[in-house]
């Protein structure tokens, strides 16, 4: 079975964000296995208006030609780490756009979580496997936490998320749980194409 693709999204899009610092860190984790393949992709590449199509597209074609790319994009991918910091004890207005502009491009792929902010971004996490889940994505138990005093020296200090040992075990499981049911999907998608072929 070919390598799985995996997009690591940042889901923040402001001038001064810490984002894509854990993104990378997730990557250059990722990078070591050789077991999975993984690209960064940075919302600030797909600058969307505010949704603002006549239907999601799991009943009308998208219009906008931001939106189009975003969804070549997404389709290009068997699963998603989304990287995510917490606003307001919720997602980033930012990343529920880019979710929404999507539908079957999410649909039967696997969904994880790395969550930054003073509790690890926990409860936007737990709001964004509710997301998940209407998009029809299968969701990693596993999520990465960085928080409190961690998260402080991280974002104000510049302390490397390589130091903090912990959370370097907690990437790993997270990628371990995401191959299993990544593959899991992947061999049922194909599967449902050859019958479908048939
Ligand atoms: C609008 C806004 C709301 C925030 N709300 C929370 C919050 O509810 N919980 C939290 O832990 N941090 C909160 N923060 C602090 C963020 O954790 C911190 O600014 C983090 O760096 C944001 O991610 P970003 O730098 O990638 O944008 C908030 C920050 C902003 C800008």
């Known amino acids: ?5 995996i997009a690591i999204i940042i889901s923040t899009t402001r001038a001064a964000r810490f984002g894509h610092k854990p993104a990378a860190w997730v990557r250059d984790i990722a990078a070591q296995r050789g077991d999975i393949e993984t ?14 199509e006549v239907s999601t597209n799991a009943w009308a074609p998208t ?8 969804q070549k994009k997404v389709a290009e991918f068997d699963g998603y780490i989304f990287v995510t910091a ?10 529920k ?15 994880a979580f790395v969550g930054y902010g ?11 496997r509710l997301v998940a889940a209407e998009l029809q994505m299968a969701t990693i138990r596993n999520g ?3 928080q409190g005093a961690d998260f402080m020296a991280a974002l104000k200090e510049g302390k490397d998320l390589k130091e903090i040992t912990y959370l370097q075990t907690g990437v790993k499981d997270l990628l371990d749980q995401l ?9 049922a998608r194909d599967q449902e194409k050859l019958t479908k072929a048939a």
């Open 1 to 5: 079975m070919s390598k799985p693709k």
């Open 39 to 52: 690209e960064i992709i940075d919302l600030r590449d797909f600058p969307m208006p505010f949704f603002d």
């Open 63 to 70: 219009q906008n030609p931001v939106g189009q790319r975003w």
């Open 86 to 95: 917490e606003y307001n004890h919720g997602i980033p207005a930012v990343l």
């Open 97 to 111: 756009n880019a979710l929404d502009y999507a539908y079957p491009e999410w649909n039967k792929k696997t969904a």
């Open 118 to 128: 003073a509790v690890g971004g926990a409860r936007a996490v737990e709001q964004l």
């Open 144 to 146: 990465v936490y960085i």
């Open 179 to 187: 191959l299993w049911w990544t593959n899991a999907l992947k061999t």
